[in-house]
């Protein structure tokens, strides 16, 4: 059986003790949920989390690009969870192509960025021209401490991936290895859109998450786009109506509201 994608939830306790702080409580899961979390600023406790994002470390800075393009390695990982090819060996660092996705719930629309991550947009790019990303359902939402919709599954189960693997890029590739904010919570803000993986190394594959709050997260998890602001409306939505917390131990559950990505389209 493949490996679940899971973005885990920061235990609370953790997550204050790292930070150096000793407020607030919090509960793993949002079932039912039928108000929007509530959104903080810079020095705000979020009421929902009792979590400030200003105790966490911020992203880094991205890393410039040291040439027009890089080579990129796609390692075979399984069986593609749909019939695809895997992409270009070599990636450009210039450049931002837009992905739009139609969605029942309403529109969500990215903005990618390959100077801070080459080869996981030329991946994703890919997938979208192969129509991969095509009816598929976004099979996670979290509204407590880590705030996002996941997606890119065609299978619907967590597991499935495009049939190959990829190291992590931005903002790992800001560190040294061995760096101990590698491992220290890092505010990933709302707005931005990261990648999944297993945990194990090269398992970047398809699923993705799209992050509606600022949520702490170790810096492991690739960074390659932003959210359009009529996308945060429509995420925001579905996270009003909750989660059926039926991954209550990693955080959040199946959306209430059903989500399913009709279309996506590169331009």
Do not use: W
Not at 94 to 118: F, V
Not at 121 to 135: A, C, E, I, P, R
Not at 193 to 209: D, K
Request: net charge neutral; glycine share 12%.
């Amino acid at each position: 059986m493949r490996a679940r994608y899971l973005v885990p939830m920061l235990g609370l306790s953790a997550v204050l003790a790292t930070a150096g702080c000793s407020n607030g409580s919090s509960s793993s899961s949002a079932a039912g949920s039928s108000s929007q979390p509530a959104s903080t600023s810079a020095g705000q406790t979020n009421p929902d989390t009792g979590l400030n994002p200003a105790q966490f470390n911020k992203l880094p800075p991205a890393p410039k690009p040291s040439a027009a393009s890089v080579s990129c390695t796609y390692t075979p990982d399984g069986k593609p969870a749909r019939p695809v090819q895997p992409p270009p060996a070599t990636a450009s660092t210039s450049g931002s192509p837009k992905i739009s996705m139609t969605t029942n719930q309403g529109p969500i629309e990215l903005t990618l960025d390959p100077a801070e991550a080459p080869c996981t947009v030329n991946s994703f790019v890919s997938l979208t021209k192969q129509g991969y990303f095509d009816n598929t359902p976004c099979h996670r939402l979290s509204t407590t401490g880590l705030m996002m919709l996941q997606c890119g599954d065609p299978t619907g189960t967590g597991s499935g991936g495009p049939g190959y693997g990829y190291a992590t890029e931005y903002p790992f590739t800001a560190y040294q290895p061995g760096d101990q904010n590698l491992s220290l919570p890092t505010t990933y803000p709302r707005g931005v859109v990261a990648m999944a993986n297993t945990g194990a190394p090269n398992s970047n594959g398809s699923q993705f998450f799209l992050v509606f709050g600022d949520s702490p997260l170790p810096p492991q998890y690739t960074v390659f786009g932003t959210i359009s602001k009529d996308g945060l409306a429509t995420i925001d939505k579905i996270a009003a109506a909750g989660d059926d917390n039926s991954m209550a131990g990693v955080g959040g559950g199946k959306p209430n509201k059903p989500v399913t990505i009709e279309k996506a389209t590169v331009s």
